[in-house]
């Protein structure tokens, strides 16, 4: 029996992708031995969490040579100057605020903050990742956050008024552990906050491919608030972010505590953020997102994309066409290797990452190359593998789509571009 990871309640299975290649686990020699493990979702009907049924250890993930970097994408660079504009705001009749963000990575968002010289930590697990984000003036502790870490900081540092993050608090599976850890860190009156892919967007869009290993939990308002009141925290807000597929920010506070004043937005100021509070917890509950019924439809949905992708990109082939993929992103290891899609339909994905340039995607192998590759050879035709940075790249590739390049994108229909 599959128990909830947050309540320890029987869960049902959603989908079973079956085995599967770690998302970032690009290899540099096709032939090596590479880790599997099986990908499976699925649902608890008690808290309402989304997850992954078997989890692999963040120490696999999550090391040295991490292959993620945050600001490969202009989009990203100015949501998280946003976030940090934010901040700043919610701060600024603050004396000595004190700021954590768990998964600084490069130090994209914590940067804004370390330059105005407001005390901050970014926590940062991946050694390779937390280096550059000490170079960008960031100071960071690379350790994995948990209840343990949170009275370490509290004794060396203080309680936080604001502990932030973003795409990183469904990667961690003792999340009740993050939670003990942040009710702990935060000051009685702070405020928490963190954005996550959004499982009202993946049901909506059937973009299976943000189910990954790195992604262990699959939020939504009504999981979210049930898991927050396991710790003492309640949600006080909602706002809903277009970056990664369609992600959503949650605003936490301590039931106890009260935010200040200083630390509310305008919109709680109006109180605005009940009305939108409301308004996604009621567009969860038409999705039927606290029942298993709002999650039987998508292994078909998920099962007719990937049967008509590979006939398209079949039919393209046979005509003599090239398909290049375009961003060798994590999300795309679940599509590729669940429709079986390699080399014999894709030649090689671009990426403008360079630590994956060289290496090849993770299970079907398929060539990393350098964007300059996809200058040179302008393909027929481009499988959008970064399709939730869809509006930057489609901006940054107006010609070659006016001299006839093609996109492909498959959510929530295959289609061309
Ligand atoms: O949650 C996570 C998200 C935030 O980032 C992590 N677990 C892992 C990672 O997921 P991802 O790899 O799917 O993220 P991206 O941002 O969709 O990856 C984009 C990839 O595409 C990168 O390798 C960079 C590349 N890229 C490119 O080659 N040209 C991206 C853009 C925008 C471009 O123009």
């Known amino acids: 029996m599959n128990k909830c990871k947050i309540c320890g309640q029987a869960t049902t299975i959603i989908i079973n992708f079956g085995k599967m290649p770690l998302a970032n686990g690009f290899i540099s020699n096709p032939n090596s031995k590479e880790f599997f493990y099986n990908l499976s979702l699925a649902f608890c009907p008690m808290c ?15 090391h040295k040579e991490y292959q993620f970097i945050s600001s490969t994408s202009q989009i990203m660079v100015s949501h998280f100057k946003e976030i940090a504009e934010e901040i700043i705001n919610r701060l600024k009749n603050k004396k000595n605020p004190f700021i954590v963000e768990l998964g ?3 130090g994209i968002m914590l940067k804004h903050i370390a330059f105005r010289k407001i005390n901050h930590l970014g926590i940062e697990p991946s050694q390779n990742v937390a280096q550059l984000a000490k170079r960008n003036g960031v100071q960071v502790l690379s350790k994995f956050f948990n209840e343990q870490v949170a009275k370490d900081i509290v004794e060396k540092k ?15 599976e003792d999340i009740n552990s993050v939670f003990r850890g942040i009710n702990i860190l935060l000051k009685q009156d702070g405020i928490l906050f963190f954005e996550e892919p959004y499982i ?5 869009k059937s973009s299976f491919d943000q189910v990954y290993d790195e992604h262990v939990y699959y939020f939504s308002g009504l999981s979210i608030n049930n898991l927050a009141r396991r710790h003492g925290l309640q949600l006080v807000d909602m706002k809903h972010q277009e970056v990664h597929g369609g992600s959503m920010r949650y605003y936490i506070q301590k039931i106890a505590g009260t935010c200040p004043q200083s630390l509310r937005s305008k919109r709680c100021r109006r109180g605005k953020q009940k009305i939108e509070l409301k308004k996604w917890l009621n567009k969860e509950k038409q999705m039927k997102l606290d029942k298993i019924e709002g999650y039987l439809d998508f292994k078909n949905k998920v099962n007719k ?8 990109l079949s039919t393209i082939k046979q005509k003599g066409y090239r398909i290049v993929g375009y961003g060798a992103t994590s999300k795309s290891t679940t599509l590729l290797n669940y429709a079986k899609i390699g080399r014999d339909l894709i030649d090689y994905i671009s990426d403008n990452t360079p630590t994956k340039i060289g290496k090849f995607s ?9 964007y300059k590759q996809f200058i040179k050879d302008q393909p027929a035709y481009a499988l959008l593998l970064a399709w939730n940075h869809k509006k930057e790249i489609f901006a940054k590739e107006g ?16 289609k061309t571009e």
């Open 305 to 312: 994309i990937c049967k008509d992708l590979k006939t398209l």
């Open 48 to 62: 309402f969490m989304v997850q992954l049924k078997k989890t692999v250890k963040p120490e696999k993930m999550f």
């Open 158 to 172: 203080g309680t936080a008024d604001i502990i932030c993050g973003a795409n990183v608090f469904c990667h961690i």
């Open 104 to 106: 600084c990575n490069d």
């Open 399 to 414: 010609n070659y789509r006016k001299k006839g390049g093609t996109f492909i994108t498959y959510f929530p229909k295959v």
């Open 200 to 204: 009202y967007d993946i049901i909506k």
């Open 362 to 370: 993770p299970g079907m192998h398929i060539p990393i190359k350098s």
